[in-house]
């Protein structure tokens, strides 16, 4: 069964260092989202990204963050310089249709920021 | 803006049903999904309803949309210890594929 794979599957890094979060969408997929959840709080949306552009962000994904799809099957989330507060399980997720049907989730990136 | 809400945790018993609930303030949502979140795991998508649809089951799991009162239920019949896990609500706000969660119900099954 296709799914969505995602790593590192932990990080730890130390306050204003730079990580990049990888995922691998279903091959198909054609929308792909970040999500995060720090822990006890709610699955929160981060980003969501279609033919090679942003569609939609949150407040909280403001200028530290990026998402990339450098070739045709990576996408990537960048925390240019992190904080405490980025500490949280990040999900990848991807759907063939953006607004409809079945939207699939990796197992998260687990980020601990120092 | 747009808001799901559920009931924190839930305990039965092995082989009983479980109810989970969800409510929900959206009323453009078109789809509604339960996901499923093992510990340490990802989102397991369980499955998932359209808004002009009553009713859902997929095996053992029977999903029941309320759209009046904007109320989501997942019914687990027999439930089993491998049941124990959080479960999220998410509705599909603006029909973007950008979901709101629910803030996930602890279901606890003892043998």
């Known amino acids: 069964e296709p799914e969505v794979t995602q790593t590192p599957s932990h990080q730890v890094t130390q306050m204003g260092q730079e990580v990049i979060l990888r995922c691998v969408p279903i091959?198909?997929?054609?929308?792909f989202y970040w999500y995060r959840q720090i822990l006890g709080q709610k699955v929160e949306f981060l980003v969501s990204?279609?033919?090679?552009?942003?569609?939609?962000k949150s407040e909280i994904f403001d200028d530290q963050f990026s998402v990339e799809r450098p070739d045709g099957s990576n996408f990537t989330l960048k925390i240019r310089s992190t904080k405490l507060e980025d500490s949280a399980m990040y999900f990848c997720?991807?759907?063939?249709?953006?607004?409809?049907?079945?939207?699939?989730f990796g197992e998260g990136s687990r980020l601990t920021v120092l | 803006g747009e808001d799901v809400e559920q009931s924190l945790f839930l305990s039965v018993r092995e082989g009983d049903s479980s109810v989970i609930n969800c409510t929900y303030t959206?009323?453009?949502?078109?789809?509604l999904y339960w996901y499923k979140q093992e510990p340490g795991a990802g989102l397991q998508l369980l499955t998932y309803?359209?808004?002009?649809?009553d009713m859902k089951q997929d095996q053992r799991l029977t999903v029941l949309l309320n759209k009046k009162d904007k109320h989501l239920s997942l019914r687990i019949a027999d439930t089993q210890t491998g049941d124990s896990a959080i479960y999220f609500c998410?509705?599909?706000?603006?029909?973007?594929?950008?979901?709101?969660f629910g803030q996930g119900t602890t279901l606890q099954v003892k043998p």
């Open positions: 959206d009323s453009s949502s078109t789809y």
């Open positions: 997720a991807s759907t063939l249709k953006g607004g409809t049907g079945e939207l699939f």
């Open positions: 998410a509705d599909n706000s603006g029909n973007t594929g950008k979901l709101i």
């Open positions: 091959s198909n997929h054609l929308y």
């Open positions: 990204f279609y033919n090679n552009e942003i569609s939609e």
């Open positions: 309803i359209f808004s002009n649809m």
